[in-house]
């Protein structure tokens, strides 16, 4: 499958998910602030994707292998993101422009970084690693 072909197919599941016209998605338009999506609506898009892709995406995996590159409470501090959980989230989703971090202050705002290429980088992980027999 191509990276177009892939991308297609997310568009349409994206699309189906939060009930808007797959022209209006934009690859790095946040889906929860941009499009009008809420957490519900992502994990049935995860769910969505694991049936059209035929992969398991495991949620909360972004902000768990952050926070493993953290020192046990570097990650929040009196419910607030710290400067290093910020970087680590940064190291994770290197698709997101670095400003719109700024707009995420503590763990339950990470959803809102999420985007289309966010999960077709996810998408594309997923379908190429190794399959456990």
């Known amino acids: 499958m191509t990276d177009q072909e892939i991308y297609e197919k997310l568009l349409t599941c994206i699309a189906q998910t939060i009930g808007i016209e797959a ?3 934009t690859p790095d338009a946040s889906l929860i602030d941009d499009l009008g999506g809420d957490s ?3 994990l049935d898009l995860v769910f969505r994707l694991e049936q059209a892709f035929h992969i398991r995406i495991s949620r909360g995996d972004i902000e768990r ?3 493993e590159t953290l020192p046990g409470e ?3 501090q009196d419910g607030l993101l710290t400067p290093s959980a910020k970087a680590a989230l940064r190291r994770e989703l290197p698709e997101i422009s670095p ?3 700024e707009t995420v202050s503590r763990p339950s705002d990470i959803p809102r970084l999420f985007t289309a290429r966010t999960f077709l980088r996810l998408v594309k992980q997923q379908m190429e690693a190794p399959r456990a027999a």
């Open 65 to 67: 292998r952050a926070k």
């Open 40 to 42: 519900l609506d992502l």
């Open 23 to 25: 022209e209006t998605i």
């Open 74 to 76: 570097d990650f929040e």
């Open 99 to 101: 400003e719109r971090f």
